[in-house]
């Protein structure tokens, strides 16, 4: 009799694992590599590098030579609003309209800081940051 090698080997944040469960919740691959999924996703990279997310609840097909990677959640708020992301560079106009305001009349400001952001600039977000949208001056009647 003859014994089929069931081990699935695979990649997780540049780190090889060997499983013989090809089906596992995102949340236990997640742990498998030391993360807390309340912290950070699960993502399956493709040929092109580019990632799928899955929630923490989802069943993952785990194939022979697929790559994970984990990344972090990154919570924020823009006029108390509540968004997340795994993407820390973004551009400011894009957050102005994910705001639900105009790029062209409008600044964002970090909190804390006395400067608004401009919208053509990238900004890194951090978790946690908290951003209110300004309006450019307007004249008075």
Do not use: C
Not at 9 to 23: A, S, V
Not at 97 to 104: C, S, T
């Amino acid at each position: 009799m003859t014994t089929h090698d069931t081990r699935i080997r695979f990649t997780l944040d540049n780190r090889q694992f060997t499983t013989i469960d090809g089906d596992q919740e995102a949340a236990s691959l997640l742990r498998l590599a030391g993360r807390d999924p309340s912290h950070f996703d699960l993502a399956r990279v493709d040929d092109e590098g580019d990632e799928t997310f899955f929630r923490d609840s989802d069943i993952v097909r785990i194939h022979p030579g697929d790559t994970f990677v984990s990344r972090p959640v990154l919570p924020f708020t823009i006029d108390g609003m509540g968004y997340t992301t795994h993407d820390e560079d973004q551009e400011v106009a894009a957050l102005l309209q994910l705001a639900g305001v105009d790029p062209n009349k409008h600044y964002l400001a970090r909190v804390g800081e006395a400067t608004h952001l401009n919208p053509a600039e990238l900004v890194t977000i951090h978790a946690g940051d908290e951003f209110v949208t300004v309006r450019h001056a307007s004249p008075v009647a």
